[in-house]
Every structure is written in C-alpha cells, then in structure tokens.
Antibody, heavy 123, light 106 residues
Framework: EVELVESGGDLVQPGRALRLSCAASGFTFDDYAMHWVRQSPGKGLEWVAGIRWFGATMGYADSVKGRFTISRDDAKSSLFLQMDSLSPADTAIYYC????????????????WGQGTLVTVSP | SYELTQPPSVSVSPGQTASITCSGEKLGNKYASWYQQKSGQSPVMVIYQDNKRPSGIPARFSASNSGNIATLTISGTQAVDEADYYCQAWDTSFVVFGGGTKLTVL
C-alpha cells in the first residue's frame, strides 16, 4: 500500500529556516516524480515545487523561488523541502504528493497525497 | 503565468446533478484533473486525463474538457459529496490548481 508521511512542521519565527521530510513506502520511490503542495488556512491548494524521478528539479512557484529547495534521497525513499527565510505568508499545511505515472514526462496528475504537516510562521 | 478559474461555490440538492467548471486559456489542449478535499482531509484525485476515474471513485463522477472549459459533473449528488473541488493542469513543467469550488449539498 502506498503511503506518504510528512514530518518536520513546526512553529518558527519569521526569517528562520525549516526542513520538511516526506517518507514514502509501498512503491518504488525512485521511479516517480514527487511534489510539495501547500494550503494556507482557509485557502486553496498551491503547488510549491516538484522534482523528477531522476532527480532534476522541475521548478518552483514564484512565491518560494530562491528560498525553498526540493530534494530527494532515493536510498531512503524520502522527499525533502528546505525552507529558508520563512515569512508569515508561508504558514500552511504542506503536503507531499506522488505523480501517477512512473518515469513520465511532466503532465501526470497526483494520485497519492500525504496527510500533511503544519508550518506556522509567527513572531 | 497560467491561471485556472473556478466558481467559489456551487449548491445542489441531494439526488440532483452538480456541475463545477474550470476555465483556462486553451485548457482543452491540456489534460485536466480534479481533486476532492473534504474538511480536514487530504485531497483525493477523482478525475484524471480529462475524464478518467481512478479505481474506487463512484461512477456518478464524470468530466469533460474542451476549448477553454473543463467541467466536473456529479450525477445523483449525495451528502457525502459535499467538499471542496479543485481542478488542476500542467503549464509546461509547472503545476497549476484552480482556486477551488465549495460544493454544498442542501
């Protein structure tokens, strides 16, 4: 059974950094592109970043470009999001999500989502 | 940047048909997906590649995508279908979500 478990969310002060993790199981992790999607309180879904199955970064949302870095460790079946220079606007639940098609070009939907981890940025 | 626009809310009576639209420039030239998110839960994919249902998604969920509009249709809407619905498409290597539509089953 596919499972994605996020961790690392916390209450942090503006300007600080945080690293999120997503532990994957139940599938061959290194065959799939992975993404981070966030949801601010009471708001909609916002794509944050994606990384291809072979490790190349797909891109970042303009709102996080230059501050966030997505990475993966296939040996540990884990996805990461390094978040620097955090601001209150980054307060959200962060989900990791798997693309549906293995080893595919960009265009695959997200068939599995984790339960999310809450990041709160506040003085 | 590419944008997808959804109505903020749609209301439907139980047993009736609900339609939720998603508009974007030449959206019909892209694959559209739809996600259901119930209160306090993670999103669940209900439609992919314009009109395909993942296993486990009831047949009352259907969709289409043509021109600038993708439409999610829920036939015989049930109370359990009350949720937020998001459309999603790709713009080159970037993922775009619509703003979401709150479906209320009155």
């Amino acid at each position: 059974e596919v499972e994605l478990v996020e961790s690392g969310g916390d209450l942090v002060q503006p300007g600080r950094a945080l690293r999120l993790s997503c532990a994957a199981s139940g599938f061959t992790f290194d065959d799939y592109a992975m993404h981070w999607v966030r949801q601010s309180p009471g708001k909609g879904l916002e794509w944050v970043a994606g990384i291809r199955w072979f490790g190349a970064t797909m891109g970042y949302a303009d709102s996080v470009k230059g501050r966030f870095t997505i990475s993966r460790d296939d040996a540990k079946s884990s996805l990461f999001l390094q978040m620097d220079s955090l601001s209150p606007a980054d307060t959200a639940i962060y989900y990791c999500a798997r693309e549906m098609l293995a080893r595919s070009a960009p265009a695959s939907p997200f068939d599995y989502w984790g339960q999310g981890t809450l990041v709160t940025v506040s003085p | 940047s590419y944008e997808l626009t959804q109505p903020p809310s749609v209301s439907v009576s139980p047993g009736q048909t609900a339609s939720i639209t998603c508009s974007g420039e030449k959206l019909g030239n892209k694959y559209a997906s739809w996600y259901q998110q119930k209160s306090g839960q993670s999103p669940v994919m209900v439609i992919y590649q314009d009109n395909k249902r993942p296993s486990g998604i009831p047949a009352r969920f259907s969709a289409s995508n043509s021109g600038n509009i993708a439409t999610l249709t829920i036939s015989g809407t049930q109370a359990v279908d009350e949720a937020d619905y998001y459309c999603q498409a790709w713009d080159t290597s970037f993922v775009v979500f619509g703003g979401g539509t709150k479906l209320t089953v009155l």
